[in-house]
């Protein structure tokens, strides 16, 4: 039997920033996580300054063996319309990383005892603590495994009925001869709407690597979907070659159409489990990490005492953060689909949309206040 204050069930973002945040506080951290490290993660693979700045990570020294693309203006369209190019003059608005890296990097350096290569399998009640797999003893569990977090299912998140979005994507480094003739810039991703509304399409370089996928709101033919947004792609001279590597599927929970608990006696829910991605974006590593300096920040108040009501903190820390979930509609949302659609079709051509709204507001997230960052 091990013994833990605190175990955390998955190594991600969001399991790696809360066991960071509370180096020091005396407590015994575990981490659990199915995978080995470094490992594979799909994802688009683009962060904020502003996610360095929270996770106090020193830019040189990550960029040091590692992809750290700089990011300074974006290509945006509908599919099949001009695209319209914004610029950011002055630091970079947001980093190309690899996810095999970036992941890899802050677990490696978060602090905590790590259990890797084991997948959680069961926990159950074991007096004042919660006994996980039959070994390991945790007197609070952190459920950080994303949209299937088990612990999300172990507190009654399995069957609930929840829209989420479905992903296909790849990334594959390119042969010499696709990098020569690739027209992708390296510090301007693209993204391209679907005429539908239902989702967004991108193609982003990162070096020597190419980074493509799609995500929908409506996830039936979904591979059809991306064939065709490849097939457009490749109409368009985007693609320097046939794409040979797999395209690989994941699903994330937008924060407003969630509604899983993210509290139970003894048990919380950070990040994708808890279905914090935001609603316009899909970005959910901000999020993630947010939720995790939150979580921490409760944590330490806490005092040992992580029963629900004490840790209903977090919950209204995250509910100031993010605001209320299901809200009722606001006017755009309730148009009929064919206004919304003329709309869009029209915005999307015009700079002040595209970079005002769709840029900074929707993903640089620059209206938000900044949270303190982890300390040093």
Request: neutral net charge; charged residues 25%; aromatic residues 10%.
């Amino acid at each position: 039997m091990e013994n833990f204050d605190i175990l955390i069930v998955g190594g991600g973002p969001a399991g790696s920033t809360l066991a960071y945040s509370l180096r020091g506080s005396g407590l015994r951290i575990g981490i659990l996580d199915k995978q080995t490290f470094p490992r594979q993660k799909v994802c688009a693979g683009w962060v904020t300054p502003e996610v360095m700045r929270l996770l106090n990570i020193d830019l040189d020294d990550y960029a040091s063996g590692r992809v750290l693309q700089k990011i300074s203006g974006f290509r945006i369209s509908q599919i099949g319309q001009r695209q319209v190019e914004s610029h950011y003059p002055d630091e970079p608005v947001s980093y190309g990383i690899r996810r095999i890296e970036f992941d890899d990097y802050l677990l490696q350096r978060c602090g905590a005892e790590l259990l890797l290569g084991e997948s959680f399998n069961d926990m159950a009640h074991d007096g004042d603590a919660w006994l996980v797999n039959g070994h390991y003893s945790a007197r609070l569990v952190v459920g950080a495994g994303g949209h299937f977090c088990p612990v999300a299912r172990a507190i009654g998140a399995k069957g609930v009925s929840e829209v989420a979005v479905a992903a296909q994507e790849v990334e594959y480094k390119m042969s010499a001869a696709e990098q020569a003739s690739c027209t992708i810039r390296e510090d301007i991703p693209e993204l391209f709407f679907t005429p539908d509304l239902a989702g967004y399409g991108w193609i982003f370089r990162k070096g020597d690597y190419l980074n493509i996928g799609l995500g929908r709101e409506d996830k039936s033919r979904l591979s059809g979907h991306v064939q065709r947004f490849c097939d457009y792609l490749a109409s368009e001279h985007k693609l320097p070659g046939e794409i040979t590597d797999k395209f690989n599927g994941h699903a994330y929970l937008l924060y407003p159409h969630a509604v899983r608990h993210m509290i139970a006696d003894k048990v919380m829910l950070i990040g994708d489990a808890a279905g914090l991605a935001y609603p316009q974006s899909g970005e959910g590593i901000r999020p993630a990490v947010e939720s995790a300096i939150l979580a921490g920040d409760v944590i330490r108040e806490c005092a040992g005492d992580y029963s629900k009501t004490r840790l209903q903190a977090y919950n209204d820390l995250i509910v100031k953060r993010f605001g209320e979930r299901q809200p009722a509609p606001r006017l755009l949302e309730r148009l009929p689909l064919p206004v919304k659609q003329f709309c869009a079709s029209r915005l999307l051509k015009t700079h002040w949309f595209t970079q005002k709204v769709v840029t900074d507001n929707w993903f640089l997230q620059t209206h938000q206040p900044p949270l303190h960052a982890i300390s040093k």
